[in-house]
């Protein structure tokens, strides 16, 4: 299974950004999809999830500027990033859970850099 993310780079403060991530790899059932970010120094923390049926949950720092969907038709996520703040800055990662066989598990991706200059 891979998970490719894309879209990152290197932006203004109040710029925006749309990460995108595309699942592959004999995934016979896609549910949860998520995105989380990693600063430097820092745990790896929650940005969004979305279930299968829609339903998203978002961190508070990020509710109100970051949207996530997907399109299970092209096992594919995305996280929409309005009004960027240099603390956005981090490496993200998109997660999925997926189902091979019998079993439910989750995948990541290898990240992507978004830097939010001030």
């Known amino acids: 299974v891979q998970l490719v993310e894309s879209g990152g780079g290197l932006v203004q403060a109040g710029g925006s950004l749309r990460l995108s991530c595309v699942v592959s790899?004999?995934?016979?059932?896609?549910?949860?999809m998520g995105w989380y970010r990693q600063a430097p120094g820092k745990q790896r923390e929650l940005v969004a999830t979305?279930?299968?049926?829609?339903?998203?949950n978002y961190a508070d720092s990020v509710k109100g500027r970051f949207a996530i969907s997907r399109d299970n038709a092209k096992s594919t996520s995305y996280l929409q990033m309005n009004s960027l703040k240099p603390e956005d800055t981090a490496v993200y990662y998109c997660?999925?859970?997926?189902?091979?066989?019998?079993?439910?598990?989750?995948?990541w991706g290898k990240g992507t850099l978004v830097t939010v200059s001030s």
């Open positions: 790899g004999g995934i016979s059932r896609l549910n949860a």
């Open positions: 979305i279930t299968s049926g829609g339903s998203t």
């Open positions: 997660s999925c859970n997926g189902r091979i066989g019998l079993v439910d598990r989750d995948y």
